[in-house]
């Protein structure tokens, strides 16, 4: 456990009591099934300036799991970083299977490439260094892309989760899954604006406003997880 702690040092305890309970989750169900390739991503990816960005390990095993529960093929990432869930997806969908990824920054998408090159699942992936709507948009001019898609994962710019999931609902197919990050926001969505950090507070409104949304969408049945920042988990029903 002492090692699993120090390899760790990038993660919070995330939403949980106690940073010992979080490394007892981490190091009893979610290191030992790590692949070697995202074990070496993710101790990589702790190095980087902004590693809080990458997607937390026990959220990803979550991940991994929806991905096979529905035989995932074809799949959309909105947010990419250093590519931790992106080769999470790689390594769980079939030898045919696609992953359409997108992100601004293709910078922090090389630190993680040639790990992913040498998992041998690169071929899997279509990186686009662009903002994500005019992409989806592209996308939807296909007729053959609308519900074409079995799964998406969101963890980019959350003014935009809306808009992006308008255009999910098209793309994905119904049955299909939306997994949507950071949706409790260190958890200041449970409290006043005013016992929010400043530096938290518009992302805390933007968050409570697209939670919001999600909650009263007809479409989807949710589920709002508390792993990493919290994950809410959106299945096409509509």
């Not at 991905?67 to 992106?86: D, H, M, P």
């Not at 969908?93 to 040498?118: C, Q, S, T």
Request: hydrophobic share 40%; charged share 25%.
């Amino acid at each position: 456990m002492d090692n699993e702690k120090k390899e760790s040092t990038s993660f919070s305890k995330g939403l949980l009591q106690s940073e010992e309970l979080y490394q007892y989750i981490l190091g009893t169900s979610v290191y030992p099934r790590e692949s070697e390739h995202l074990k070496e991503l993710r101790d990589i990816t702790a190095t980087h300036p902004r590693a809080v960005m990458a997607t937390a390990p026990d959220a990803g095993q979550l991940i991994a799991l929806l991905l096979k529960l529905i035989n995932a093929k074809r799949t959309i990432e909105v947010g990419v970083f250093t590519g931790y869930s992106l080769l999470l997806t790689a390594l769980t969908i079939p030898e045919d299977g696609k992953i359409v990824a997108i992100d601004m920054n293709r910078e922090a998408y090389e630190i993680g490439l040639p790990i992913i090159r040498r998992a041998g699942v690169d071929n899997k992936i279509d990186f686009i260094e662009s903002e994500a709507l005019p992409v989806l948009d592209q996308l939807l001019e296909d007729p053959g892309n609308e519900n074409g898609f079995d799964f998406a994962f969101i963890d980019a710019d959350k003014i935009n989760y809306w808009n992006y999931h308008e255009r999910l609902m098209k793309l994905v197919k119904v049955g299909g899954i939306v997994v949507y990050d950071n949706t409790l926001w260190g958890g200041t969505v449970a409290l006043s604006e005013q016992s929010t950090p400043e530096a938290m507070r518009e992302g805390r409104q933007r968050t409570l406003d697209v939670n919001k949304l999600l909650a009263a969408d007809s479409r989807v049945q949710i589920s709002l997880a508390p792993l990493g920042d919290g994950i809410t988990i959106c299945r096409r029903i509509l």
